[in-house]
T-cell receptor, first 114, second 113 residues
Framework: EAQVTQNPRYLITVTGKKLTVTCSQN?????MSWYRQDPGLGLRQIYYSMNVEVTDKGDVPEGYKVSRKEKRNFPLILESPSPNQTSLYFCASSLSNRGGTEAFFGQGTRLTVV | RKEVEQDPGPFNVPEGATVAFNCTYS??????FFWYRQDCRKEPKLLMS???SGNEDGRFTAQLNRASQYISLLIRDSKLSDSATYLC??????????????FGKGTSLLVTP
């Protein structure tokens, strides 16, 4: 089954404790991205990757890191989480980012930083 | 001006009603347009792509107006199961080599018995 898998689905952590949210897709998609979704603010792109070893900042990259060492995986790293990073996070992948291609989303990771 | 703007609603409509959502975008060079559906606390899922000539899928019709830079979604004969948030998405240039899918904040629809 074609899918984007995120882990964990839920996470409660403390300020400053490094964490990684994993994302994996099995569709051989070139393009992957991370979004956060907050009430009243909608989906905002954090980082995106056009292919292996090619990543770039989205609209809200501060406090986040990503890597794309393999085509299928695109982890999101919070080196020192803070309470303002409490949010619902989605990973998404597309065949290409040249337009006209559907974005498939993971099931989401609900992160709480206390 | 935000790249993609939608009326947040909520739209409360009775079963069987017809409801229309609009979405405006700021980048005139945008080439790809989509409507996504998002159920509460779930991931967004593609409802339909929006083509220049307009397209229909059952009770759903999407249209694009490039001159005025807006897209629309029409839902006919609303069902209770249509209750969800509808997100407009527009593909726009992000860098010299990349594009990004920009989302509106979503329009909330509640269909009541």
């Amino acid at each position: 089954e074609a899918q984007v898998t995120q882990n964990p689905r839920y996470l409660i952590t403390v300020t400053g404790k490094k964490l990684t949210v994993t994302c994996s897709q099995n569709m051989n998609h070139e393009y992957m991205s991370w979004y956060r979704q907050d009430p009243g603010l909608g989906l905002r792109q954090i980082y995106y990757s056009m292919n292996v070893e090619v990543t770039d900042k989205g609209d809200v990259p501060e406090g986040y890191k990503v890597s794309r060492k393999e085509k299928r995986n695109f982890p999101l790293i919070l080196e020192s989480p803070s309470p303002n990073q409490t949010s619902l996070y989605f990973c998404a992948s597309s065949l290409s980012n040249r337009g006209g291609t559907e974005a498939f989303f993971g099931q989401g990771t609900r992160l709480t930083v206390v | 001006r935000k790249e993609v703007e939608q009326d947040p609603g909520p739209f409360n409509v009775p079963e069987g009603a017809t409801v229309a959502f609009n979405c405006t975008y700021s980048n005139s060079a945008s080439q790809s347009f989509f409507w996504y559906r998002q159920d509460c606390r779930k991931e967004p899922k593609l409802l339909m792509s929006v083509y220049s000539s307009g397209n229909e899928d059952g009770r759903f019709t999407a249209q694009l107006n490039r001159a005025s830079q807006y897209i629309s979604l029409l839902i006919r004969d609303s069902k209770l199961s249509d209750s969800a948030t509808y997100l407009c998405a527009v593909n726009g240039r992000k860098s010299n080599s990349g594009y990004a899918l920009n989302f509106g904040k979503g329009t909330s629809l509640l269909v009541t018995p």
